[in-house]
């Protein structure tokens, strides 16, 4: 099974730039995978996800200031974070699964978290 560990989460202020980084420690390039983050009301959101073809999507409360890629030769998944608000402050969490239909099959396996505080 594949391990991903978060890295790139720190303090910065409302308005700037951050970049989110997931190694994995094994292939990537067969899998889908995902950032989610957890905030002060403990709900896990769906931030982005990306396709092993690329493909995207983005939640409407980050769509044009979030962009998720991915390196497969470097096995890493990133978010570019602009434009920061405070209520972007949570712990991030990235994902990877296998692309198929039966969400059992899909082995869904998660990073340990890296967390963005966006003071107000």
């Known amino acids: 099974q594949v391990q991903l560990v978060e890295s790139g989460g720190g303090l910065v202020q409302a308005g700037e730039s951050l970049r989110l980084a997931c190694a994995a420690s094994g292939s990537i390039s067969s899998h889908s995978m995902g950032w989610w983050r957890q905030g002060l009301q403990k709900e896990v959101e769906q931030v982005a996800t990306i396709s092993a073809a690329g493909s995207t999507w983005y939640a409407g409360s980050v769509k044009g200031r979030f962009t998720i890629t991915r390196d497969n030769d470097k096995r890493t998944l990133y978010l570019q974070m602009n434009r920061l608000k405070p209520e972007d402050t949570a712990m991030y969490f990235c994902?990877?699964?296998?692309?198929?239909?039966?969400?059992?099959?899909?082995?869904?396996?998660w990073g340990q978290g890296t967390q963005v505080t966006v003071p107000s």
């Open positions: 994902s990877g699964w296998r692309e198929y239909n039966d969400p059992v099959a899909r082995g869904q396996y």
